[in-house]
């Protein structure tokens, strides 16, 4: 229960003031649905809570959830519609593209991405192409050191490749999923001015890792990486973990205290 407490002093004393991070309907394979609301019912969820800009962030065209480039186009259309019923709000098309390894380490090119007004990036390993071999994967749970090495050296490559090469606002997640070289991502995220993302979804980044960013210059964004228009604007368990490691908030550019 002390758990619950905490998120609901934190429901009182500091609210969200963007979401950069959410999914839709239009993240599917098949009949699965990975994101359950359309466009519209995000930006209304984020309306009603008073966020003042959202981003709609489909997977990549390589992730087994993802978007072909052309289906852009009518999430493009929805983003537009959206944002007439809402005027208050900023609404903006985005993606979160899937590190892999490809020239600019992104499954999107540098032209494609500047169709967007947000470019999100992250590490999903179900995908296929944008990871190391399947054997070296498997050493996550039980890996001999050599193995987990090398996975977290090809890792970090990608991340590194991707960030130096495109203009990315968001590093989703960073840590998850898969073993990084943290220093590295911190690094290029400083050099880059990419926000590391802290995720209420996903566990990372942890208290540790966040600790470990302490030592670059670096900025942070809470995301609700919502699936469900109900998710959308979700910050408090992705903010206990940021005060818990003693991140300053002026550093989360989508946090300021209730006044
Ligand atoms: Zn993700
Ligand atoms: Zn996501």
Redo the contacts with the bound molecule.
């Keep these: 229960m002390a758990e619950i407490a905490g998120l609901n002093e934190i429901r009182k004393k500091y609210r969200m003031t963007a979401d950069y991070?959410t999914?839709t309907v239009y993240s599917r394979v098949g009949p699965y649905y990975h994101g359950k609301g359309e466009v519209a019912d995000n930006v209304s969820a984020a309306a009603m809570l008073g966020l003042k800009e959202i981003a709609i962030t489909d997977h990549g065209p390589s992730d087994i959830y993802g978007l072909r480039m052309r289906h852009f186009d009518r999430i493009r259309a929805d983003v537009d519609a959206a944002a007439l019923l809402h005027p208050e709000m900023s609404v903006l098309l985005g993606i979160?593209a899937d590190l892999k390894n490809t020239s600019n380490g992104l499954d999107i090119t540098c032209e494609e991405a500047a169709r967007f007004d947000i470019v999100n990036a992250?590490y999903h390993i179900s995908v296929p192409g944008c990871r190391a071999p399947q054997s070296i994967i498997s050493t996550r749970i039980g890996a001999p050191a050599g193995s987990l090495e090398k996975l977290r050296a090809f890792n970090t490559g990608l991340a590194l490749r991707a960030l130096y090469s495109n203009n990315i606002r968001v590093l989703?997640h960073p840590g998850d999923k898969g073993p990084f070289d943290m220093r590295e991502l911190c690094r290029a995220c400083e050099e880059t001015g990419t926000w590391m993302e802290i995720s209420s979804r996903h566990t990372h980044m942890t208290v540790s890792e966040l600790k470990i960013s302490f030592d670059y210059d670096v900025r942070y964004v809470i995301s609700s990486?919502a699936h469900k228009p109900s998710q959308v604007g979700m910050y408090e368990t992705g903010l206990k973990r940021a005060l818990e490691a003693g991140v300053p908030l002026d550093r989360i550019v989508n946090i300021v205290e209730v006044e």
Excluded: N, P, R
Aim: glycine fraction near 16%.
């Design positions: 991070h999914h979160e992250g989703t990486d």
